[in-house]
């Protein structure tokens, strides 16, 4: 079978950091093996922790992994020179959370927008400038926006011009690291919008990272649920919400609240106990097992295998295949909802 | 219980002059009652909290109006008789607990504190106390933990800390603004579910302030709505979920996107809230509201009956979407 090349994809990636002064290691991102087509959107669901921002980092080639590989159009993006990665990385963009951290307060919108082209200084100046106010026009930011600066916008605004920004010079690749998680639900659907619309528009491929599942339900069209480092299960987006094979993904989309009258609601709920373990000395086999309702032996001996379940739906758990549901609840409840 | 009628809060404005950030805000609860306060930034709604308890500084926020609580109008108190009520009748716990905790003391010494400031009990006594509520909020060896500092917690643990602190001298009322807004949402699971129990254990009445309307669908049975410094509904959770009757509810509830197709548009509100300095004697959400007709520029009382207010001359005839089609 000879695939396409991918845009992007990543192999055995490790990103570890040095921690304190004990020489510990931080296994941030542990092992993931992904891929992105283009024009595709990959969503990355998991909680604080799990190395979603900074797998979204390596991704986007910002940090160096430990051990693997991260291809950029089936190219090593680690092993080019410092030049070629500069002229490479155009290419892939990223966009963060806090809008005013990645813009220069004192800059107006319309130098922090023209920024990347007068760094990649293609075209005249007068070129550059009629270029940043269409990208301006482009976000749903009027002419005007140019001239101002950074705190006389709101913070919807704001992130409008950081993706101007991260658009100027023609990306195929967006890596969005919670791009909307500090805004209001209104201006958060805005946004939203605008991603669609942008990705329709330019043939953008997105790696949307975020904690908010109802976010990744609605933009991603395949989701990856991170946990302590690994992707535990990967598959398209309707079959991860309706459908999850994995049991910490039935557990973060129980736990999550949705705004439905009560009868509408499931009648239990899974709440899971303790907290997630640290990434310095994740547990042994499966990394779940310690809050896992199904661990068994089994899983703290063998890390479960990487396994296809439908089409292109991949989960890594002992217990998929098992028809019953094990009962030893000691590790979380199901309750009755309110 | 609590009472709560025509609150307006002003805030001094750098310039000279004041602005209202809060007006003619009314509001009750009953005893053990859970209600959300819901609302965009800046509306609201954390002034709100803050005032209750009056915990806004003097110096920069007027308040008037009456704030009944058993019986007693807080505005009238003196600070000396206010401080036995924070903490003893309403306690309040906040977003981030790590703000709220002190650095330089054991969380466990914390708890007694509180203990003691409000009850005169004797170290021993309040330490069994602080042990038990350690407990009661599920922090896993209590004895172990009392003697640990708030930075070696995590903020699942810390929000839980706060819980016990909030808790410890069995307050009528809790007021939680955001508390598990900082939170994944496991843990955000287990919080609210604590928070349920305990409060239904004790009989406590809960005021919980937040942007998620999810967490009031769990959390609560009565819900608030607050557009720029006003109630602008006011009504049974399910109900508003199936049938809002404001146009912003409507509106928050529609721009979620767990409620549309995915990558289809999302009826987002247009606009966006109105500066203080803007607001005209009209309903103030008139310029976002694809509903507006010219009565809308007339100023809008709470229309409907005790079980539904809502501020909005067209609540009888305009059928809303809500959370559910």
Known sequence: ?338 | MLDVSELNVFFKQPGGGEARVISDLSLGIARGERVGLVGESGCGKTVTGLALLSLLPAETARVTGRIAFEGTDLTLLSERRMRDVRGRSIAMIFQEPMSALDPVFTVGGQIAETIRTHFGVGRKEARERALAALADVGIPLPSRRYDEYPHQLSGGMRQRIMIAIALSCEPALLIADEPTTALDVTIQAQIIELLLSLTAKRGTALLFITHDLGVVAEACTRVITMYAGEVVEDAAVDDVLAHPRHPYTSGLLRSLPRLSLPKTPLPAIPGRLPALAELGSGCRFAPRCTHAVTACAQAQPLRGDESHRVRCCRYAELSLAGAVS
Not at chain 1, 68 to 76: A, I, P, S, T
Not at chain 1, 79 to 102: C, I, L, S, T, Y
Not at chain 1, 182 to 187: E, G, T, Y
Not at chain 1, 283 to 310: D, H, I, K, Q, V
């Open chain 1, 1 to 338: 079978m000879t695939a396409p090349v991918p845009l992007l994809d990543v192999e055995d990636l490790e990103v570890h950091f040095p921690s304190g002064n004990r020489g510990e290691t931080v296994k941030a991102v542990d092992g993931v093996t992904l891929s992105l087509a283009p024009g595709e959107t990959l969503g990355i669901i998991g909680e604080s922790g799990s190395g979603k921002s900074t797998l979204g980092r390596a991704m986007a080639g910002f940090l160096k992994p430990t051990h693997g590989l991260v291809r950029h159009l089936g190219l090593d993006a680690g092993a080019m020179r410092p030049g070629e990665f500069a002229k490479h990385r155009r290419a892939f963009q990223m966009v963060f959370q806090d809008p005013n951290a990645a813009l220069d307060p004192r800059m107006s919108i319309g130098q922090s927008v023209r920024e990347p082209l007068d760094i990649v200084n293609v075209d005249t100046r007068a070129q550059r400038e009629r270029r940043m106010l269409d990208l301006l026009d482009r976000v749903g930011l009027g002419a005007e926006f140019a001239l101002r600066y950074p705190h006389e916008l709101s913070g919807g605004q704001k992130q409008r011009a950081n993706i101007a920004r991260a658009i100027a010079l023609e990306p195929k690749v967006l890596v969005c690291d919670e791009v909307v998680a500090a805004l209001d639900v209104s201006i958060q659907a805005d946004i939203l919008n605008l991603f669609v619309r942008l990705q329709a528009e330019l043939g953008l491929a997105y790696v949307f990272i975020t904690h908010a599942l109802g976010v990744a339900a609605h933009i991603a069209d395949r989701i990856a649920v991170m946990y302590l480092g690994k992707v535990v299960e990967l598959g398209p987006a309707g079959d991860i919400m309706h459908d999850p094979l994995h049991p910490y993904t039935e557990a973060l989309l129980s736990s999550e609240p949705v705004p439905v009258p009560r009868a509408l609601r499931p009648e239990t709920r899974i709440v899971l106990m303790g907290e997630i373990p640290s990434p310095v000395s994740p547990p042994s086999g499966c990394r779940f097992r310690t809050r896992c309702w199904l661990a068994a032996e089994r899983c703290a001996e063998e890390a479960p295998a990487w396994r296809r379940y439908g089409r292109d739906h991949w989960n890594a758990c002992h217990f998929t295949d098992v028809a019953e549901a094990s009962d030893r609840d000691r590790f979380a409840v199901r309750l009755p909802t309110r």
